[in-house]
């Protein structure tokens, strides 16, 4: 058996870790009973509590987090579809998560976000892309790598729906490490061509970024180049519902504008395009100009409906916590007169 997100079993963890919380709430309540007199005379003023139901209760709730932990990787197991070959490129995509992109992509300070603003164009950008493989990279004053090279795009929306910019702890904008970055991540297929597509402001701290987009295109690899914000600038809200702006030093509101000229050159020396991402036309202009790139045959492989075992652990969890519902922490009716733990005197 396989799962489509193996990473997300780590939160079986969990289950071991809550059933210590239990046993630990257990313990801390016996004791605070002992402190009001002999928990054999305290256990006859509660006739109706039952000593084991607490006990199932918590198992067949531990149970169903585990079935439902095990459904959301989504486990695999059988025959695979056989695999398709489709024509396409790889495509990297290296996003802006520095502290500028929450400032407003336009020129209204409280306008949609420049990181929001990017999320929607690449989402809309991946929604054309089924054809080629896509992988993605956040970076600010560093780079990492949050997807590799894949034909996954469920994959890719998610990890794109969960950016943010607290995920690069070093400010800046090293655009130029991004680049570096993106060309050492695609496949070794030397076959199918390449490209970067960088959504950024165009802030670059950094200085090497144009040195690294002629590099990548000395490797054939294209880099495009997405501009979101305002040429007119607008502050950095830290708290946008009650007006708390990134300040310098001095007190004065930071303000933040979008580098046209910066991106237009990293563009320029990576063979591809600069495109303003204010645009309405930005998303269909960049797919354009990535078509226009020499298609090459690229093997995706899918799973048949019936390889998908999830709805079996959600169904169990769906019957252990309808069960879970009817068990009370109270001693069953028909099982007092029965006593299985105690020896006849």
Do not use: C
Not at 221 to 231: P, T
């Amino acid at each position: 058996m396989t799962f489509a997100y193996p990473q997300l079993l780590y939160l079986l963890l969990l289950v071991p870790a809550l059933f210590g919380l239990w046993l630990w709430a257990r313990v801390a309540r016996r004791r605070k009973l002992r402190r009001f007199g002999n928990p054999q005379y305290l256990d006859s003023l509660t006739p109706e509590a039952s000593k084991y139901m607490p006990a199932v209760k918590i198992t067949l709730e531990l149970a169903a987090l585990a079935m439902l932990v095990i459904a959301v990787a989504r486990p695999r197991a059988g025959q695979k579809e056989e695999v398709e070959t489709t024509r396409g490129i790889e495509v990297m995509i290296a996003f802006d998560v520095s502290r500028s992109m929450l400032a407003s992509s336009t020129d209204d300070p409280g306008g949609v976000a420049r990181i929001d603003r990017a999320k929607y164009l690449l989402n809309r950008m991946i929604d054309k892309l089924s054809n080629d493989k896509v992988g993605l990279i956040v970076f600010a004053g560093e780079a990492y790598t949050q997807l590799p090279i894949t034909t996954d795009f469920m994959s890719a929306r998610m990890y794109l729906d969960e950016i943010s910019t607290n995920m690069v702890a070093t400010q800046g904008t090293a655009i130029g490490t991004a680049i570096n970055m993106a060309i050492n991540s695609f496949s070794q297929n030397e076959d199918v061509n390449k490209a970067i597509v960088v959504i950024t402001d165009g802030e670059n701290h950094e200085g090497d970024a144009i040195e690294m987009a002629k590099y990548a295109k000395s490797l054939g690899i294209e880099v495009d180049v997405i501009g979101v914000g305002s040429a007119k600038g607008a502050p950095i809200p830290l708290d946008r519902a009650n007006g708390v702006f990134l300040k310098d030093d001095s007190g004065t509101p930071v303000t933040t504008f979008l580098n046209e000229s910066e991106a237009r050159d990293i563009a320029k020396a990576g063979g591809g395009v600069y495109i303003n991402g204010s645009s309405n036309k930005a998303v269909s202009e960049l797919v354009d100009n990535l078509d226009q790139i020499k298609k090459a045959d690229i093997s995706h492989v899918t799973y048949k409906a019936s390889a998908e075992q999830f709805p079996i652990f959600a169904w169990i969890a769906l019957a252990l916590m309808a069960i879970d519902m009817f068990v009370l922490p109270r001693k069953i009716g028909w099982l007092k007169k029965y006593n299985f733990f105690t020896k006849k005197q």
